[in-house]
């Protein structure tokens, strides 16, 4: 099934100017919309590929809120 991951910018501005905390990523399928504050991608061998993680409360040194961390072998 073909997942599509969206990463709501005005969701982020809207959070960020109303001091809330809604999610900002989105899982879209045919069947489904799934909101969430992290996401995590698996490849094709079933095993954890890479996470995509929103976290206003403790961004990266270079300011960004959302950002993909790749798992190393």
Known sequence: M???IHVNQHIIR????N???NP???CKTYKENKYAHE???YGQDGLEACRII????????CGAKVWI???TK
């Open 14 to 17: 809207s959070n960020s100017k």
């Open 39 to 41: 996401a995590i991608v």
């Open 19 to 21: 001091n809330e905390d």
């Open 54 to 61: 929103y976290n206003p409360n403790k961004p990266l040194s």
């Open 24 to 26: 900002v990523i989105t």
């Open 2 to 4: 073909k997942t599509i």
């Open 69 to 71: 961390e790749h798992k």
